[in-house]
C-alpha cells in the first residue's frame, strides 16, 4: 500500500527543471505546469484581496490547496530540509508564523475556520485515512502488527516518562510540572482528544476555567509534534542509508509478509471504480457516525472506537470486498492529493505559535526533545526482538508523541510512510486515550 503514496505524494519526477520557484528550478507543482498553477493563484489572491473570497468550504479548499501545493513544493526541494520532513514543517509552521504576524486576511482564515473547523473537514480527512487504510490492509498482517507494536509502544512510553521527568529535574522543573504540564501533553493524543479533555479535567481536579489550561498544555504539544516530524525524517532518511534498518513502510520483518504486502501494492496499482468510491465513503461516514453513537455507552472517545470497529470489521470478514476496494479508493484519493492542503489549515488554526513562544526556553525544549527521543530511540532497538523493522517501529511509535491523527499525518508524511496510518492512528488514538484516563486518575490523586 505505501507504494502508491510514495509515487505521488513525494514524486520527485514530476519537479523537472524548466521555471524558477523562490530560487527552485520546477516544471509543475504538484502536477500543474507552473503556469497555470500561477493564474490559479492569482485569482485566489484577488478574491482574498478584495474580500470577495466565499466563507464556505470552496473559499476555504481554495485556500489550503494553492498554500499546500507551493510550500509542500519548496519543502521537497531545499537541501537537508527535505530530508527531515520540509514539506511537513513548511505546511504546518508557516501559515502559524503568518497567522501570528497577522499577515494573513481575517477574511482568509474565516474560510479556513469554515472548512476545517465549522465543516470539520479535518475529521473527515482522518476517518477516510483510517478506515480506508485499515480495510485496504490485509487482514492477518493488520493485527499481527496492532499486536507487536504493544510492546514498544508501552515499553518507549514509559521510558520517554521517566526521561522526561529525569531531564525537568535536572533543569529546574518539578516532577509534578514536568509530568503534567509537559509529557502528558506530549503523549495525550493531540488537541482534540488529548488537550481538550485535558483541560476539562484539570478545570475541574484543580479549579480556574479550562482555556487557562489550554495555553499551558498546548505548547508542549506542539514543539513535541516538531520532534516527532523531524525524528521520523532522520529515520526515513536513515533507512535509506541502511536498507536493513527499514522495511520502507513494512512493520513486520518476514518474508511471508513482504509477499502480501507486495501483493496489496500491485492490486492498488488498477483502474479506480468511482461508483465504488462513492459507496465506500458512505460507509466511511457511517463508521464515524457509529463511533460517536458507541462513545455515549461507553464513554471512550468516538475516534478511538471507530478504529476498533474498523479492524474488528477487517479482521471478521463482514465487509464486502467491493466495498473495502471503494474505502481504499477514498483513501489513495485524500492521501495522494489533500495531505499537505490539510496541514496548512492545521497550521492556521492548530499550531497556536504564540502559545509556543510563551512558555519557549532551552529547557522547556529540552524536556520535549528528551521525551520524543527517548520513545523513539528505544523502539528502535528493541525492534529486532520483534522481528519488526527498526525504523518502522521508531516511527509508530513516535506518532504517540504527535498531535493526534493530525500529528500522524504530518509525522508519515514527513517519512514518505502513509501506509503505516493504522498502526500510528492506534498508537496515537490508544495510547493518548490511556493517557489522559491515568494522567486525570493521578491528577485527582495527587491534589
Known sequence: MNHIESNTLHDGKKLTSTHSLGGLSVKEICSVPVWFFAIMCVIVGSAAWFGTLPKNMIGGLAIIMSLGFILSTVGKNIPVIKDIGGPAIFCLMIPSILVF??????????????????ANFLYFVIATLVVGSILGMNRIILVQGMIRMFVPLVVGTLTAVGVGLFVGKAVGYSFYHTFFYIIVPIIGGG??????PLSLAYSSILGTTPDIYVAQLVPAAVIGNIFAIVCAGFLSKLGKMKPELSGNGMLIRTAEDNAIFNNIGDEGNGKTDYSL??????MICCFFIFGGLLERLVHIPGPVLMIVMAVLCKYAKVIPGRMETGAKSCYKLISTSLIWPTMIGLGMLYVPLES???VFSVAYVAVCASVVLSMAIVSFLLARFLNMYSVEASIVTVCHSGLGGTGDVAILSACDRMGLMPFAQISTRIGGASTVILATMLLAAFS
Open 101 to 118: 504576524y497577522h499577515i494573513i486576511p481575517k477574511n482568509v482564515l474565516d474560510s479556513v475556520h469554515v472548512l476545517m473547523k465549522d
Open 191 to 196: 488537541i482534540g482528544e488529548g488537550i481538550l
Open 277 to 282: 468510491m462513492g459507496a465506500g465513503l458512505l
Open 356 to 358: 509556543v513562544v510563551s
